[in-house]
C-alpha cells in the first residue's frame, strides 16, 4: 500500500511508496488502490517527469534481484499507464537491493526495502530544456 504520499514545497515534488511481499512483484489489493489513487492525482496535475524506481530486499543475489526490481516497477508502471498515465510521463529503473530503505536485516527493514519509490518530478523551466535522451 502507499504508505507515504505527500507533497514537499521546495521543490514541488510527489513521493510515495508501493510496498511488496517477499519475492513477489504482482501488485495486491493495496496496491492497486494506491496506484488507483496515485493516477487520479496524475490525471489532474499536467507536467512533470514520474520515477519509478524498483528496490528489492538485502536477501538474493544481484542476478535476482535486480530483475525482481524491475518487475516491481514494471508492474507499477504497466498499472499506471492502464490507468491513462502517458508512457513518455513515466521513467522506470530498477535499483535491486542497492538503496535499501534502512541500515539492518530486521523484519521491518527488509518489508520496507521491498517497494517501489514514485516521484513526480516537476518539468524543466522552459528556459532550460530537458535534455534529449541518450541514444545507446
Do not use: K, M, Y
Not at 524491475?70 to 498515465?85: I, P, S
Amino acid at each position: 500500500a502507499l504508505r507515504r504520499l505527500e507533497l514537499a514545497p521546495q521543490p514541488r515534488e510527489l513521493r510515495g511508496a508501493v510496498f511488496f511481499a517477499t519475492d513477489r512483484h504482482t501488485l495486491d489489493a493495496p496496491g492497486e488502490a494506491s496506484v488507483r489513487a496515485l493516477a487520479s492525482w496524475l490525471a489532474s496535475t499536467p507536467g512533470g517527469v514520474l520515477e519509478v524506481l524498483g528496490h528489492a530486499d538485502v536477501r538474493g543475489a544481484p542476478s535476482h534481484n535486480d530483475p525482481l526490481s524491475w518487475r516491481r516497477a514494471r508492474a507499477v508502471a504497466d498499472a499506471l499507464h492502464r490507468l491513462g498515465a502517458r508512457p513518455g510521463r513515466v521513467r522506470l529503473r530498477a535499483l535491486g537491493a542497492r538503496a535499501p530503505a534502512g541500515p539492518g536485516t530486521d523484519a521491518a527493514t527488509l518489508a520496507a526495502s521491498r517497494r517501489v519509490e514514485i516521484r513526480l518530478r516537476p518539468p524543466c523551466p522552459s528556459s532550460t530544456p530537458e535534455p534529449p535522451a541518450p541514444r545507446w
